[in-house]
């Protein structure tokens, strides 16, 4: 296995390494780190695709499932040598729609972001694929292609959309960013605390909030008892407002608690 994990490791740089020089696209597309101009649109689909064929070797860390209203979400994050390379933000809205955004960074820059949408009405099923660029933070191109089925979408190119189309800013694509950051390390808006341990016939949760009001919540599916959890069944009050240091997976779109016996196989924690 670390035979495979060096030879990913040194694919994924001589990606980032081997690109050739363009002509630049925007404005301020030439400004950066000495190899941010050697991005163009061909090299960054290399270096997704490689990171793509490498997730079951790279680092991996999970979020908690986050819920307001009845839109969920959670977010993977895939490192190499501790460094960030993807994050993949998983959303979905009560069979109404669903979303999943990949961001591809480099050097702690965003790069290449991707969304494929599948939205449901009463009409049937609209199916949306795009693709963003940047290079030195700066969008250069957008890409995008639609189908009312998933097997027809896969068939159809991706049809370049001028950059005057474009109805989001450099600046919030990398904001979006830090807001996956934050749902990874459990901060700022998604600084989770406990709120109850809830139980029904057949199934058990424990309950977050976050520490700020009116914001976003976190359920945890308990399928097997340990200490922990009798502590929290018989004395919850003891750990009211507190943040727990529990690990959890993600399955079927729902976080699943890990018994501390069994904690270190923990998706919810980095492996």
Known sequence: MKSVYFLITIGIFSTLMGCKQFKADHPQAGLGDEHATDLTAKSILHYADSIDKSLNVLEKTTSLVYMLGDLSFYVEKYSLHNKPILMVEHAFNGGISNNLKKYYLRNDSLIFETMNNQLSNEDGNVFKQSRTYLRNNTIFRIEDRSASAETEIKSLPFVNLPLSQNNTTDQSHLEDVKTLADMINGTDKFDMVFESITTYPDSRYIVLRS?????????????????????????????????????????????????????????????
């Open 211 to 271: 520490r700020l009001q009116n914001n976003y919540t976190a359920s945890i599916l308990v399928n097997q008892k340990d200490a922990f959890i009798d502590s929290l069944l018989n004395k919850p009050i003891d750990f009211k407002d507190q943040k727990l240091k529990i690990n959890w997976v993600i399955k079927d779109q729902e976080a699943v608690y890990v018994p501390v016996a069994n904690n270190t196989s923990a998706n919810g924690l980095k492996r």
